[in-house]
């Protein structure tokens, strides 16, 4: 199985009258609306920094609140490939940065066998391009251009220290050495991505190279633009509706408070389901969008709906007693 | 740079003062780099100044929050002091630091409290007992934590005495030899690193609570660096960056100052809720094992208890619950939290005399 995965969304294209620079930070935002995701005025002009300062951005925050997001929408705006690295523990380099496609040379040697001609260049050609398999790192830096990739380190959290530290050195001068081959230096270095859902705390000096930004659930008025952006055939009394609920939610002890995917999500499902108006009862048959526990779910069947959908959190009365 | 910009670099180091003044730590390279990103910025409202300087500054989101005070304070005069946080952060902020007596070494030598059995002349320095008669506990601790420290992973590394054939390697290996494979490399699995959480009761009925206990606390977070450790009363504190500091007295000294809840009630259900809510969440499921010190005396509901007792043991490899009154002949679980936690519990160890704190040695060595 191949769990390092990194997917070219789409070719880039050479476009001659759009420069795809972020420069204006109100224009930022108005692009990243266009494209459905409503970013906030910190977010547009960390973005802008890490163009400008060619530094990685590191976004920390609760599990759904749209970290990766960014970078995919990034990749977009900019028309650009997206390259993903997703990190796991035990995530080592040869996964991350690049690997001899042993196979192919194997392959190539038996042929070369046959041919004497062949045989002479054999030394010079088995450690070709050809058979270097580019993991995501190594891609970014090659990434031709005209525009620079989007390279996003998702869940860095989940990968090891080791690995921070090798990393480290990657992103410090984007470039790569292949001692059979040469140093590849980034043409243009890639806007690099680093999310963390804070499983542990990073290590300093990777911090201390990324710009920072804690991204937060949205507030109400925020929520309710992302509905309406996304799910633009949805009533937006209905959308200012679910958005007022699910701040509500969120204030509710839950083992997994619901972020921005489970309000799509949601939202989606009242949509498909020709829903205008939330009840306790929609909200309880739909409360599987929402919360992905059994004792979360319980928690909701008992909490008093009325209330809840009136704006009122119930207290933590379920199972705890404050003192 | 022009009159205005220097006048900008002036205030903002002025600033930067303010911060490290808070405890807020912005080096120099930092520094450096936000006033470099001041000037890719064009117009320069306060709103873009302070969102500039913060994403250069701050390094996690405790951090932005001290950010955004100090900001308000620095340039708007206003002093917010509902908002100070409380603990070591807050009096930090607050100039009040040192103001706390009690150390931990204080505590844990002061009179028994209220649930101290009668039974045999205990005495509270389990220490002195653990040194006549066994390994001196230094060697103890680093035996178990370097049992403890892995387990095999399901992936495998290189390795001369492996067991299986690694083929992969062993074809590159071999390439030079044609096809023929004629040394094979061979593979093991690899090991995973165990995390360890620990939750200590320092409540009232905690009292007794012995130095050897702290000790391997002690011991294990700072042999065990991705370990995390935790105090509770009524209240949750982790003390895991008190415990980094070398020496073991800076370390209780650490500790004693920013826990300010030492012998108050009981909220071993909430303690846990915090647990599941956090920290548990965090690492994978396989690799977690929680450790759990209390005598199971509760202020809070048992229902409480079991209920998150049953989430945690869904979310972790193991639980141990460490009982310092489990071991004394005529101990019972009479407490009703200790009751309520016990189905969950997969290893319950004593930690009451010499002897049983051999069996708490032992029996941690083999989880």
Known sequence: MQSTHYCLHRMPEVRMSDPFVLDDISSIQQRFADLGYVADRALALTLKLAGDLQKPILLEGEAGVGKTEVAKVLADVLDTPLIRLQCYEGLDANHALYEWNYARQILHIRMAEHDAAARATLEATIFDDRFLLNRPLLAAIRHPGPRPAVLLIDEIDRADEEFEAFLLEVLSDYQVTVPEIGTFKAVQPPYVILTSNRTRELNDALKRRCLYLWVDYPGADKEREIILRRLPALDATLAARIATTMQTLRRIDFYKRPGIAETLDWSRALLGLGIAEVTPDVLLDTAGVLLKHRDDIVRLHDADLERLLAGEAPATTTSHQVY | ?367
């Open chain 2, 1 to 367: 740079m022009s009159a205005s910009g220097a006048a900008i670099v002036a205030r903002t180091l002025g600033f930067f003062a303010r911060l490290r003044d808070a405890g807020l730590p912005v080096p120099p390279a930092r520094s450096v780099d936000a006033l470099k990103a001041l000037t890719v910025i064009d117009s320069l409202d306060e709103r873009d100044y302070r969102l500039t300087l913060r994403v250069n500054v701050v390094a996690s989101r405790e951090q932005e929050q001290v950010f955004d005070r100090i900001f308000d304070e620095h340039f708007h005069g206003a002093s917010d002091t509902r908002r100070v946080p409380r603990g070591i952060r807050g009096e930090v902020m607050q100039g009040r630091l040192g103001h706390h007596e009690k150390t931990l070494d204080q505590e844990v030598t002061a009179d028994p409290g209220q649930f101290t059995p009668q039974d045999v002349g205990r005495e509270l320095d389990l220490l002195a007992r653990w040194d006549s008669d066994a390994p001196p506990l230094e060697a103890v601790i680093r035996d178990l934590a370097r049992r403890l420290a892995t387990r095999p992973s399901r992936r495998t590394q290189a390795d001369r005495r492996g067991a299986r054939v690694d083929l992969r390697r062993s074809i590159r290996r071999n390439t030079r030899h044609g096809l023929e494979l004629v040394d094979l490399t061979r593979s093991a699995r690899r090991q995973r690193r165990t995390r360890l959480v620990m939750l200590c009761d320092v409540s009232g009925s905690m009292d007794t609570f012995n130095p050897f206990l702290l000790r391997l606390m002690l011991g294990l977070q700072q042999l065990m660096k991705n370990s995390r450790t935790l105090v509770f009363s009524t209240h949750v504190t982790d003390i895991t960056a008190a415990l980094r500091t070398r020496s073991v007295a800076d370390s209780l000294r650490e500790v004693g100052m920013q826990v300010s809840h030492w012998s108050g009630g009981t909220d071993i259900g909430g303690a846990l809720a915090r647990l599941n809510r956090g920290i548990v969440r965090e690492g994978s499921a396989g690799s977690t094992v929680v450790i759990v010190i209390s005598d199971g005396y509760d202020n809070g509901r048992a229902e409480h208890v079991a209920h998150e007792m049953a989430q945690l043991q869904r979310h972790v490899r193991k639980i141990v619950w460490i009982n310092p009154m489990y071991g004394a002949t005529t101990f019972q679980v009479r407490a009703a939290g200790m009751k309520a936690a016990l189905p969950y519990v997969d290893h319950f160890l004593p930690a009451f005399d010499a002897r049983s704190l051999q069996v708490l040695v032992r029996g941690l060595g083999m989880i």
